[in-house]
Structures are given as structure tokens and as C-alpha cells.
């Protein structure tokens, strides 16, 4: 099962990002042989829309769980329309830890957007 984590750098020793939609990468963990793949959020720079187009993004690698700090209402659509389950990070710091805690059930699944809609990327 591949699991996505919205990560602010690459590899498993790498911080969770405080976003989702605008997070700077994803480690994608394979649970099952523990490969693991780094893609840059390339929805990140979006000007509305970003936590919906980084769902798309992960289901086109094959993602099946995310792990996420917060979801906006149109990531949350977008997990339901492509069938993936996301859940809470809670107080884990990395994705090494975060993946584990997923694996030991530790994680409490999205049932709302967790967030109010934003506007897009707020420029001066």
C-alpha cells in the first residue's frame, strides 16, 4: 500500500509540512517493502485549488493513504471522488514517524475538510 506524506523535504527523516495543498513535496512510502519516492507538489504554486490538484497528483502515483496536518473542502472532495483515505499527522514530526503510527493504527481518519476554503496563493 503506498502511503503519502505532505512532507518539507525529501526521504523518510523529513519534517511534515504544516500544509497539505501547498506542502513542498510528498514521500510516497511503500508499506509494504518500505521503498520510498519523493515527488515535488508541483500543485503547490496553484492559484486556487491546490489541495484538490495534489489528490489528483498522488492518485496518479498510485497513492491509496495520505497523511496530512489539515484538509481544505476541495482536498477532502477530491480524496472521496479518487477513493483515498486520508488521516490526521496528530503530534508526529517526521514521515518515518508518521508512516509508523499509520501502521500501528495510531491515526484518526479525515471525516470533514479540516479547514475553511481558502482564496488561493494570497499575493501583495
Do not use: Q, W
Amino acid at each position: 500500500m503506498k502511503i503519502a506524506v505532505a512532507s518539507k523535504g525529501e526521504g523518510l527523516k523529513a519534517e511534515i509540512d504544516n500544509m497539505f495543498g501547498r506542502a513542498e513535496y510528498f514521500v510516497i512510502v511503500n508499506s509494504e517493502n518500505m521503498e520510498v519516492k519523493t515527488i515535488e507538489n508541483t500543485a503547490k504554486n496553484e492559484s486556487n485549488g491546490a489541495g484538490g490538484k495534489a489528490v489528483k497528483l498522488l492518485s496518479n502515483e498510485g497513492v491509496e493513504i495520505i497523511v496530512a496536518p489539515e484538509l481544505g473542502p476541495k482536498a477532502v472532495t477530491a480524496v472521496e471522488a479518487f477513493k483515498i483515505k486520508a488521516y490526521k499527522k496528530d503530534s508526529f514530526k517526521t514521515v518515518e514517524e508518521a508512516v509508523k503510527a499509520y501502521k500501528d493504527g495510531k491515526l484518526n481518519e479525515f471525516e470533514s475538510a479540516s479547514v475553511r476554503e481558502h482564496s488561493g496563493l494570497r499575493r501583495a
